[in-house]
């Protein structure tokens, strides 16, 4: 079992930034890629950033390249996302998630936190 708590969600003006962290524990070995996805009111689960723990690949959404950085700790075991430029459409949920490579489906993730809310106005 893997553990995923994520902090750092809030209400922020367009344009500004926030920085989203999960933290993750239990068995952390068996999910070697992190992964970031968001639910707005009425519309689906949407991927949008991965990378995997060696960091050696990063998958972002169309929607949020140039704005948005996934980044990692090892040592504390936590992922961020950096979010930068931030605009209305991207307020929803967002939910850290662990997987075993490096996919957008949300499917394919076996592990998720509890989500923090991330609220833009403009």
Known sequence: QVQLVESGGGLVQAGGSLRLSCAASGRTSSSS???WFRQAPGKEREFVAAMSWSG????YADSVKGRFTISR?????TVYLQMNSL????TAVYYCAASTTIVTGANDYHYWGQGTQVTVSS
């Open 73 to 77: 700790d090892n040592a504390k075991n």
């Open 33 to 35: 890629v992190m992964g």
């Open 87 to 90: 605009k209305p459409e991207d």
């Open 56 to 59: 050696g690949g990063r998958s």
